[in-house]
């Protein structure tokens, strides 16, 4: 399989091809009539997932910008017209004017606001990844391993342009070292959208893996950059890596996507239950005395709760981090800064 054309595993579970969404962005803007406006957000619900709007407003100021271009029509939903990538935000409002729409100093007229253009023709990509995701969940198990790996993997992924380094790093559990790591540049065009970032990741992690598992390589278990089962539909990277590789699995990410838990006044090494729906489904874990930030570890695929919390605090040895995933972290951004 290869990641080059951005292609997932062809397997019921992911499309033949992630969707071209700066394409689709591009083709939403195009529709927008002269003398309407529409907001990032619309433009994000349209794709399909509000999440996607901080992605919407930084393509709006990076895009291959052309004089026809409608993205003048595109404002903040507070009414501001925001930046503008063709000039300065009075060169917007000129525009704006030109067409009809009411501008004081820098912000549209409340009135014209709540007219905002929402008749898209859309099939709405990303609300297409989000049914993938809720069918994967249905495939991850919570059950499996019960003893104490020999050896665990981490990976990683960095960028450089529009390339992704992946970094798969081999840990030896028995006598605490690296035993052997590889690296692997691919071209990456899926934009990072948060509770999204399986399809940013998963086709060169799974092309990764394939070279490692050739090079006989593969560990017991994976520890991945990123959620597991505490992401909003179940189904983090974590997950979607542990079912596709197909691998034993866990998430550890530093920031939580969902479930509540109190972390106020957590000690060094105490960990607190991460509860969705009143059920446990990870731990936020403080790791040491110099980090105030918790980690947040969750399985991914073949491991329990318990289980995985166990793997991690024996790979913690006084860094933030476990040190299969330090590793890779290091490795993939060493990597990505040297030019293939």
């Not at 407003?57 to 507070?78: I, K, P």
């Not at 969940?137 to 919570?142: A, D, G, I």
């Not at 596709?244 to 479930?259: F, R």
């Not at 570890?297 to 166990?310: F, K, L």
Request: proline share 6%; glycine share 10%.
């Amino acid at each position: 399989m290869s990641s080059n054309d951005a292609s997932y595993a062809n397997n019921g579970t992911l499309p033949v091809a992630a969707p071209d969404l700066p394409a689709a962005l591009s083709a939403l803007i195009e529709q927008i009539p002269a003398g309407c406006v529409t907001t990032y957000a619309a433009l994000a619900e349209a794709l399909g997932s509000e999440a996607a709007t901080p992605w919407v407003g930084q393509w709006m100021l990076h895009h291959q910008h052309r004089r026809a271009c409608t993205c003048h029509r595109v404002v903040r939903s507070d009414g501001r017209v925001g930046h503008y990538i063709g000039g300065e935000p009075s060169r917007k409002v000129a525009l704006l004017r030109q067409e009809g729409i009411e501008v004081t100093g820098e912000r549209i007229e409340p009135r014209r606001l709540e007219m905002v253009f929402r008749d898209f023709q859309t099939d709405r990509p990303l609300f297409q990844l989000r049914e993938i995701q809720h069918a994967l969940k249905q495939r991850v198990s919570l059950r499996g391993r019960r003893t104490m790996p020999g050896t665990v993997a981490g990976v990683d992924v960095s960028y450089r342009g529009g390339e992704g380094v992946a970094a798969y790093v081999l840990w030896d559990l028995r006598e605490d070292r690296l035993a052997w790591s590889t690296t692997l540049r691919l071209p990456v065009r899926f934009p990072y959208i948060s509770s999204f970032l399986s399809f940013r990741e998963l086709p060169i992690l799974l092309e990764l893996i394939e070279r490692v598992r050739a090079a006989g390589r593969m560990a017991e278990l994976v520890v991945v950059d990123g959620s597991g089962v505490l992401h909003p539909r179940g189904a983090g990277i974590a997950c979607h890596f542990g079912v596709l590789a197909p691998a034993a699995a866990i998430g550890v990410s530093k920031k939580l996507l969902c479930g509540k838990v109190d972390l106020a006044g957590m000690a060094p090494g105490e960990a607190r239950p991460v509860l969705i729906g009143g059920r446990r489904r990870g731990v936020a874990l403080r790791p040491t005395s110099g980090s105030r930030r918790p980690i947040f570890i969750s399985p991914g695929h073949r491991i329990g709760v318990g289980m995985a919390e166990r793997v991690i605090r024996r790979l913690l040895l006084g860094r933030r981090l476990p040190e299969p995933q330090y590793w890779a972290d290091r490795l993939s951004r060493s990597a990505a800064v040297v030019r293939s």
